[in-house]
């Protein structure tokens, strides 16, 4: 960051506001603080990530592209005439940030390592959207649990995807990935010795669909398309509270022939949820695919559910033997959140997959993780080179012949 670029005052002389933080000035004042300062800094990072509070905003014009950006409980913008300046403003800051187009649609967002619950990029878009007088949540943990507003993930520190992608080639396969799969009653593949009529196919299951960002974002109808191309099919895991404003591009998928599964309301884990929570939850989202299954005229059954995060607990485990869903889970996955190469996706998991797999990539959208649909279209194609054809989850079930072990 430029030292003569404008930036917020205040706070306490850490430099964390200015962006100062490692300067020779910056560790100086560090290292003559006490442990106890350093806790209260520590405190007080926390309430200012989880407040509600925001500056007051300025008089933005309509046409312009703005630059918002989060510095504690403080909201910050900038307007600019071309969607590059506002861009090269964007790479320069640090804090969780967006960028939003004349027509007020979010085209870019950062989540910052120091906000890793997303409560930045939650609070600049519920901004946006209240000045857009829409009836949401104000508090940002309160939207991103109504699906009013995301949760973006935090960005990793430089080196870290890097570093994942030379140690995921090393130890990643079938029986190291499926030994993460959430409860040993997941579904993470099938193996062809024991179902020989699965030979020739894996399932495709696409994380987080639809989108997050808002339908003018999504890339529903271009994966649509790219897997009509490669007559592939998939298993898409929705989360129920983003469904509005995607209807249209949903009921195609269906006709299309591809599959629905109930991957909760919004992206977060449920594993410590009581059990009515969660049941809650699971059951809004199992209506909502229902009723677009009836608008496609297909069958009404959802069968399959992916716990979000990987992570379920024993009460979660009940509610879907109660509902006749099975958990569903995978043995190829590219750990497509953290690493950011489209190409090392789709060749890793081009070359993972077996007979008989389930695969796992997450759904790109504009403005987050577009990676994912790079990664998608080198998997197809290595796909089709290695004579493997992408199905649902479904569909491999039928051709193995499975029946759920509580049914």
């Excluded at 609070?123 to 857009?132: F, N, S, V, Y």
């Excluded at 007088?133 to 699906?147: E, H, K």
């Excluded at 030379?166 to 990643?172: G, I, R, S, T």
Aim: charged letters at 20%; proline letters at 5%.
């Amino acid at each position: 960051m430029s030292t003569d670029e404008p930036q917020p005052t205040g706070w306490d002389g850490f430099g964390l506001i200015s962006g100062d933080l490692f300067s020779r000035s910056t560790l100086e004042r560090l290292q003559t603080k006490s442990r106890e300062g350093l806790l209260g800094l520590t405190q007080s990072l926390t309430g200012f990530l989880e407040g509600i509070d925001g500056a007051a905003e300025p008089d933005l014009r309509h046409d312009s592209w703005k630059l918002g950006y989060c510095c504690g409980r403080r909201l910050y913008w900038e307007e600019f005439d071309d969607e590059a300046a506002a861009e090269r403003r964007y790479n320069q800051l640090w804090w969780s940030r967006i960028i939003l187009d004349p027509q007020g649609r979010v085209v870019k967002c950062f989540t910052a390592a120091l906000d890793p619950r997303g409560v930045g990029v939650a609070r600049l878009i519920i901004a946006a959207r209240l000045r857009d007088g829409r009836d949401i949540a104000s508090c940002p943990l309160q939207a991103m649990n109504q699906g009013d507003a995301p949760f973006i993930p935090p960005e990793w520190l430089p080196g870290i995807p890097q570093a994942l992608q030379v140690l995921w080639n090393k130890v990643a396969s079938r029986e190291s990935i499926s030994w993460f799969g959430a409860g040993a009653d997941s579904l993470c593949y099938f193996d062809v010795n024991l179902h020989p009529n699965v030979k020739g196919y894996v399932a495709l299951t696409i994380d987080d669909v639809p989108c997050r960002l808002g339908p003018t974002n999504s890339f529903l109808p271009l994966v649509q398309t790219l897997l009509k191309q490669h007559d592939a099919h998939a298993t898409l895991m929705l989360m129920g509270n983003f469904i509005p404003g995607n209807e249209d591009a949903l009921i195609s998928m269906l006709s299309d022939g591809h599959e629905f599964g109930n991957h909760g309301l919004v992206d977060r884990s449920y594993a410590k949820d009581s059990r009515a929570e969660f049941v809650l939850a699971l059951d809004e989202c199992s209506d909502r695919i229902k009723c677009l299954q009836r608008q496609a005229g297909v069958a009404e059954e959802v069968r399959w559910f992916r716990a979000p995060h990987g992570r379920i607990s024993s009460e979660m485990t009940a509610a879907l033997v109660e509902r006749g869903l099975q958990n569903v889970m995978c043995d190829t996955f590219a750990c497509c959140p953290v690493i950011q190469d489209g190409e090392f996706i789709g060749t890793f998991l081009g070359r993972q997959a077996e007979h008989g797999s389930i695969i796992l990539i997450h759904m790109p959208e504009k403005g987050f993780r577009e990676w994912c649909f790079h990664g998608l279209q080198s998997l197809l194609m290595q796909l089709a080179q290695r004579g493997l054809k992408a199905t649902t989850v479904g569909h491999l079930a039928q051709l193995a012949d499975y029946r759920l072990a509580h049914l």
